[in-house]
């Protein structure tokens, strides 16, 4: 079970990330949990400088910019 | 540079749709298709030339660089470069300015570094050479280096340090965050070409609608309203236009992209340059919406502060491209 985040202040490009990150969840059929973190000082403690991230399993996997279903979809298969 | 583009709109224009040349109408569709297809290949040159710096130094790689070096003021050149080459979304400005201040970057240079990154982008420098040409561009993204440099430099000098809201003031007393020069430097250019022109283009497909709307509105204006006609109102002789401009536009917000193909026009019809370009800084880099998110780290005070010294120095510059044009 892989654990997703989504650090992101509630801009629109946040909300795409997380929307892709559900839909390439759907897609492949993994199983994780996702959450959506948008309370800064929470978001600080993981040491972002650009929103959004993508963060699986603890590390950041995409920083300051939307990743697409098949992005994310790569990034949870491999 | 252009002129094969300028030949394809009057042939697409005049000769295809047949609308008379000089007409009205005809010579607002002109502006509009030779503008739009101009701006757009603009756009992704020079999305896509920054792209390239942006890979070889992305912004982690600019903080590491910031902290681990003694920069005696340069620091502020560093940090005004860099804040127009990086792109973010205005909602990533917390997060950075918090980044920066608690790995040991000063005050100043962080600010300075918010102030640059809306004020020249990507798309403000494409826009700006498709609409004002080569000389003027240059001379729009020095001043905004330089006005970003100041306006830091003076808000250091200040020590609002104690103006930063507790829980910021409480992160910065732990100590600095354990800042490794981020891996993924190692790639070869080739390798690196993909994924900037996705970027690019996910840049110039984020704006696009905004330059249509601009070029739209700046095309309608250009064929309807006669050569002349602010010059009644706004002229480079009162001294209260440009200040006037910008307290106008501080509260507004909307990207360059859609704004400066209206800008264009706006100096066409008889407004000085400088005024609109004060016009265009003040829409861009201050706004109620950011300053909502600055509200998270910055008391009021500061905030007022902050606004403050950036306008100023925006009406400054404003007064100085009356004086050179």
Same mark, same amino acid.
């Given at each position: 079970?892989?654990?997703?985040?989504?650090?992101?202040?509630?801009c629109?490009?946040?909300?795409?990330?997380?929307?892709?990150?559900?839909?390439?969840?759907?897609?492949?059929?993994?199983?994780?949990?996702?959450?959506?973190?948008?309370?800064?000082?929470?978001?600080?403690?993981?040491?972002?400088?650009t929103?959004?991230?993508?963060?699986?399993?603890?590390?950041?996997?995409?920083?300051?910019?939307?990743?697409?279903?098949?992005?994310i979809?790569?990034?949870?298969?491999? | 540079?252009?002129?094969?583009?300028?030949?394809?709109?009057?042939?697409?224009?005049?000769?295809?749709f047949?609308?008379?040349?000089?007409?009205?109408?005809?010579?607002?569709?002109?502006?509009?298709?030779?503008?739009?297809?101009?701006?757009?290949? *603009?756009?992704?040159?020079?999305?896509?030339?920054?792209?390239?710096?942006?890979?070889?130094?992305?912004?982690?790689?600019?903080?590491?660089?910031?902290?681990?070096?003694?920069w005696?003021?340069?620091?502020?050149?560093?940090?005004?470069?860099?804040?127009?080459?990086?792109?973010?979304?205005?909602?990533?400005?917390v997060? *950075?300015?918090?980044?920066?201040?608690?790995?040991?970057?000063?005050?100043?240079v962080?600010?300075?570094?918010?102030?640059?990154?809306?004020?020249?982008?990507?798309?403000?420098?494409?826009?700006?050479?498709?609409?004002?040409?080569?000389?003027?561009?240059?001379?729009?993204?020095?001043?905004?280096?330089?006005?970003?440099?100041?306006?830091?430099?003076?808000?250091?000098?200040?020590?609002?340090?104690?103006? *930063?809201?507790?829980?910021?003031?409480?992160?910065?007393?732990?100590?600095?965050?354990?800042?490794?020069?981020?891996?993924?430097?190692?790639?070869?250019?080739?390798?690196?070409?993909?994924a900037?022109?996705?970027?690019?283009?996910?840049?110039?497909?984020?704006?696009?609608?905004?330059?249509?709307?601009?070029?739209?509105i700046?095309g *309608?204006?250009?064929?309807?309203?006669?050569?002349?006609?602010?010059?009644?109102?706004?002229?480079?002789?009162?001294?209260?236009a440009?200040?006037?401009?910008?307290?106008?536009?501080?509260?507004?917000?909307?990207?360059?992209?859609?704004?400066?193909?209206?800008?264009?026009?706006?100096?066409?019809?008889?407004?000085?340059?400088?005024?609109?370009?004060?016009?265009?800084?003040?829409?861009?880099?201050?706004?109620?919406?950011e300053?909502?998110?600055?509200?998270?780290?910055?008391?009021?005070?500061?905030?007022?502060?902050?606004?403050?010294?950036?306008?100023?120095?925006?009406?400054?510059?404003?007064?100085?491209?009356?004086?050179?044009?």
């Amino acid at each position: 079970m892989k654990d997703i985040k989504v650090l992101g202040p509630g801009c629109p490009k946040c909300k795409t990330m997380y929307n892709n990150v559900l839909q390439a969840m759907q897609q492949t059929g993994i199983e994780a949990t996702v959450q959506k973190i948008e309370d800064i000082e929470v978001m600080m403690q993981y040491n972002v400088l650009t929103t959004p991230v993508l963060m699986v399993d603890g590390v950041a996997k995409i920083k300051g910019r939307v990743a697409d279903v098949n992005e994310i979809k790569q990034l949870l298969t491999t | 540079m252009f002129n094969w583009l300028q030949s394809f709109a009057d042939w697409l224009i005049y000769s295809v749709f047949g609308i008379a040349a000089h007409s009205k109408l005809g010579d607002a569709l002109n502006f509009f298709v030779y503008d739009t297809i101009k701006i757009f290949i *603009l756009l992704m040159a020079v999305t896509f030339l920054m792209g390239i710096i942006n890979s070889y130094f992305p912004i982690d790689k600019v903080r590491y660089f910031l902290t681990k070096r003694k920069w005696y003021g340069l620091d502020y050149f560093v940090a005004s470069f860099f804040g127009t080459i990086t792109p973010f979304c205005s909602c990533s400005s917390v997060p *950075l300015f918090i980044g920066f201040v608690k790995g040991g970057i000063p005050l100043g240079v962080t600010l300075a570094f918010l102030i640059s990154s809306p004020l020249v982008d990507a798309v403000t420098v494409a826009i700006f050479f498709g609409m004002f040409g080569f000389k003027t561009t240059i001379i729009y993204v020095v001043s905004g280096i330089v006005l970003s440099m100041i306006a830091g430099y003076i808000l250091g000098k200040m020590k609002l340090e104690s103006l *930063l809201t507790d829980w910021v003031k409480q992160l910065l007393k732990n100590k600095p965050v354990n800042d490794d020069l981020p891996d993924g430097t190692s790639l070869k250019f080739v390798q690196r070409v993909p994924a900037i022109i996705k970027e690019a283009l996910g840049i110039v497909k984020g704006v696009s609608l905004y330059i249509l709307a601009g070029i739209a509105i700046g095309g *309608l204006m250009h064929g309807f309203i006669p050569t002349g006609f602010f010059e009644a109102y706004i002229s480079k002789s009162n001294p209260f236009a440009v200040p006037v401009a910008v307290i106008i536009g501080v509260p507004m917000y909307s990207n360059t992209a859609g704004i400066l193909p209206i800008m264009q026009v706006l100096v066409e019809k008889g407004i000085p340059l400088g005024t609109v370009i004060a016009f265009s800084m003040a829409v861009v880099g201050l706004s109620i919406p950011e300053g909502l998110l600055l509200k998270k780290v910055m008391t009021t005070k500061m905030l007022l502060i902050f606004f403050a010294v950036v306008a100023l120095c925006i009406v400054i510059s404003g007064y100085l491209f009356n004086l050179i044009f």
